[in-house]
């Protein structure tokens, strides 16, 4: 695994998101010459499970709406970051209803179980996210059906 890397950065605007830019030499000190991987960043006292990607020629490390609101931070922002590669597994915690739909379906569960980290994380907001019963029952029943026919959110 590669070294920490701490550093003083902006949290600059990308789109709707927040990012923060990292020279080619920080990847490679970090990732062990990959372009992108999970990474766990500290910032604001917040660790962060999030990934490096490479997107439009720069390395970013995207923080979403949601992930700033965790850690507090802000676009345009100055803060201090620590970021060292993330080789432990992903887990999701799946809700019960979604876990129970899945394990009735032995084809999406073993689709489900071989999606990426990121896929399965995806599939569980959209579920927990719904505000009325219906809704959430709605989405477990599509996630069902859009895992088994190889989709992904």
């Given at each position: 695994?590669?070294?920490?890397?701490?550093?003083e950065a902006v949290l600059e605007k990308r789109g709707?998101?927040?990012?923060?830019?990292?020279?080619?030499?920080?990847?490679?000190?970090?990732?062990?010459?990959?372009?992108t991987f999970p990474v766990s960043v500290t910032v604001n006292g917040t660790t962060l499970a999030l990934r490096l990607a490479r997107m439009?020629?720069?390395?970013?490390?995207?923080?979403?709406?949601?992930?700033?609101?965790?850690?507090?931070?802000?676009?345009?922002?100055?803060?201090?970051?620590?970021?060292?590669?993330?080789?432990?597994?992903?887990?999701?915690?799946?809700?019960?209803?979604?876990?129970?739909?899945?394990?009735?379906?032995?084809?999406?569960?073993?689709a489900f179980t071989a999606l990426a980290y990121s896929h399965r994380k995806e599939y569980v907001r959209w579920v927990t996210e719904a505000k009325r019963e219906q809704t959430r029952a709605d989405r477990v029943a599509k996630t069902v059906e859009m895992v088994r026919a190889g989709q992904t959110r």
């Open positions: 695994m590669g070294e920490t890397l701490r550093f709707p998101a927040g990012a923060f830019l990292l020279s080619d030499e920080q990847v490679a000190a970090v990732g062990d010459g990959r372009k439009g020629g720069e390395n970013m490390i995207g923080l979403n709406k949601a992930v700033r609101s965790q850690a507090g931070v802000e676009v345009d922002g100055t803060y201090t970051v620590e970021v060292v590669a993330d080789a432990g597994e992903r887990t999701v915690e799946v809700p019960d209803d979604l876990a129970a739909a899945l394990a009735a379906d032995g084809a999406a569960q073993a």
